[in-house]
């Protein structure tokens, strides 16, 4: 197998793996938490289009790149990796801040010399302007993979300025923390820890904006017997401050207000059923809050 086919063999397999390597990840999300429950199909479609014009516009980037370093005499397969990988935005940066000249052959032994130069440096034959311009063609190659690159590119602004301005309006996302469905953020929270192992949920967090939910799924076992334990510690409680820890399954919603706990709270679970509950903790104002919760 000669070095042309070697290279563009490997193209094609580094660009499906990494589509592969995408949606893994985008599966592994569905499967690790609720999914796309809470948002309305526009917001996942819209995303999701934005990945795959994004991947579009770096595909055709790549493939105007592959060829123009053909005709540089470059490695193709590498600039083309390196625009895909890098984003064409940064990738086109550095290929053409590095890009090798594009060099003409001489007329007279055949060696490859440059545009500028005025004889061959190989067999000395004098290079005349007008031979420049016979031994190289002038313009843009490849047209169809940069005009398809810029429609793809708009496509995917589009798509990103539609996530956008849906996700800061709230619209299609579920923000009602009595709610069946995840609830969705549109502020932050600073956190030191957030884990849940050996079905305890450790949260540690600094700040939050205001009405921040954060949420962890637990499982009841038997509702009858079992109890909730929280042993929840606010550091900073501004006037005003709440911090309110929910329980959620089905149209049954509690609420209970944790800021001020003297003691670990022991909450009984006999208005639920057995199954899944959303355990959520509503935090408005309160901060350097360390809190573990567990069903036992």
């Known amino acids: ?4 086919k070697r290279n563009r063999l490997l193209l094609y397999i580094a660009i499906p793996v990494v589509l592969l390597l995408i949606l893994l990840r985008l599966g592994l999300f569905f499967l690790k938490s609720d999914g796309f429950s ?22 055709f980037f790549a493939a105007w790149v592959y060829q123009d370093c053909k005709r540089r005499g ?13 984003t064409p935005f940064m990738g086109l940066l550095i290929y053409f801040l590095r890009r090798s000249e594009i060099k003409a052959t001489c007329p007279a032994c055949g060696h490859r010399i440059s545009m500028k130069a005025n004889y061959c440096e190989k067999c000395g034959t004098p290079i005349e302007k007008e031979d ?14 940069i005009i398809a690159g810029m429609v793809s590119m708009v496509l995917m602004l589009v798509c990103l300025t539609g996530f956008i301005v849906s996700a ?5 996302i579920n923000t009602n923390v009595a709610s069946n469905d995840r609830v969705w953020n549109l502020g932050s929270i600073r956190m030191n820890d957030n884990a849940y192992l050996g079905d305890v949920w450790k949260l540690d967090f600094r700040s939050a904006s205001e009405g921040f939910v954060k949420e962890q ?12 334990y929280a042993d929840i510690s606010c550091g900073t409680v501004p006037d005003g401050a709440t911090l309110v820890l929910w329980l959620v399954q089905g149209d049954v919603a509690k609420s209970i207000d944790v800021t001020n706990l003297s003691e670990p709270l022991e909450y009984p679970l006999n208005a639920f059923e057995n199954g899944k509950v959303h355990v959520r903790l509503q935090i408005n104002g309160v ?9 036992q």
């Open 1 to 4: 197998m000669n070095a042309a």
């Open 38 to 59: 809470g948002l309305s199909m526009l917001l996942p479609v819209l995303l999701l289009c934005f990945i795959l014009f994004a991947l579009c516009t770096s595909a």
């Open 74 to 86: 470059d490695d193709p397969v590498l600039w083309a990796i390196v625009v895909f990988a890098a």
């Open 132 to 145: 420049h311009r016979v031994m190289a063609k002038q313009g843009t190659h490849h047209l169809a993979f």
């Open 168 to 172: 800061a309006t709230g619209k299609g």
């Open 217 to 228: 799924n637990m499982t009841i076992a038997d509702a009858d017997a079992q109890l909730l």
């Open 287 to 295: 901060e350097n809050t360390v809190s573990e919760i567990h069903i």
